[in-house]
């Protein structure tokens, strides 16, 4: 599992209600990332930490925010949560090295009612 | 812009028998990867392919990679049951810092 977790592993939550995702990592890689998962969208990346308080937007960062203020923690916000939200979140790691993979989290499962 | 297009999206075999996924990009990538994903469960790293005539192999499957032709595959040795999953791939673009772009996934089902 290379030592990722993730919190909660399942949420129900309303339309408009702010929603926070954990990922901890004991690994001190540098590269934090987080994608959602989607039937027929593959994996989208939505936002990434290079280091603590260093992130930048993906793919699909419109009404995400993140925060890492520890290298092992990398938040995912949703402001106000919405129904196109609904969706499978992976938090990935990695050290940021040429060729190395990255390590996937066992996922949570977000639906926005 | 980077985009990555894998086919067949779908694919049924019998067990025994031989195929190939397929991977596309769009414009240069530095590095290609595969993926393994079972139901309900998280995604498991199988391949890293860098350079241009990369060739890895793990038990029935073997990845390449061609650069100048922007494709990558990943093919299937006599098939079993335990490699019905879905399989990804993921490109990255240079100078990206490690971000990924990855196809909609295969699923490939192995029937007896």
């Known amino acids: 599992d290379a030592g990722i977790t993730q919190s909660p592993r399942h949420k129900v939550t309303e339309t408009g209600t702010p929603v926070t995702l954990r990922c901890h990592q004991t690994?001190?890689?540098?590269?934090m990332y987080w994608y959602r998962q989607d039937p027929g969208h593959g994996l989208r990346l939505i936002h990434y930490?290079?280091?603590?308080?260093?992130?930048d937007k993906g793919e699909v960062s419109d009404g995400y925010s993140v925060s890492r203020s520890k290298t092992e923690d990398f938040l995912l916000t949703l402001e106000s949560a919405t129904s196109s939200q609904t969706s499978v979140y992976f938090c990935?790691?990695?050290?940021?090295?040429?060729?190395?993979?990255?390590?996937f989290g066992p996922g949570t499962r977000l639906l926005v009612l | 812009e980077l985009k990555v297009e894998q086919n067949p999206l779908f694919l049924s075999m019998q067990e025994g028998k031989n195929y190939t996924i397929y991977c596309n990009y769009s414009t240069t990538s530095d590095r290609l990867y595969w993926y393994r994903q079972d139901p309900g469960k998280s995604l498991e790293s199988l391949f890293v392919?860098?350079?241009?005539?990369a060739v890895k192999q793990e038990g029935r499957l073997m990845a390449s990679l061609d650069t100048k032709a922007r494709l990558s595959t990943l093919h299937i040795t006599a098939a079993v049951h335990d490699l019905s999953a879905t399989y990804f791939c993921a490109a990255g673009a240079r100078g990206s810092q490690g971000n990924l772009i990855f196809g909609k996934g295969t699923k490939l089902s192995v029937k007896p």
């Open positions: 690994e001190n890689h540098r590269y």
């Open positions: 392919l860098l350079s241009n005539g």
């Open positions: 990935a790691i990695s050290y940021g090295q040429e060729g190395e993979t990255q390590y």
């Open positions: 930490s290079y280091g603590v308080k260093d992130t």
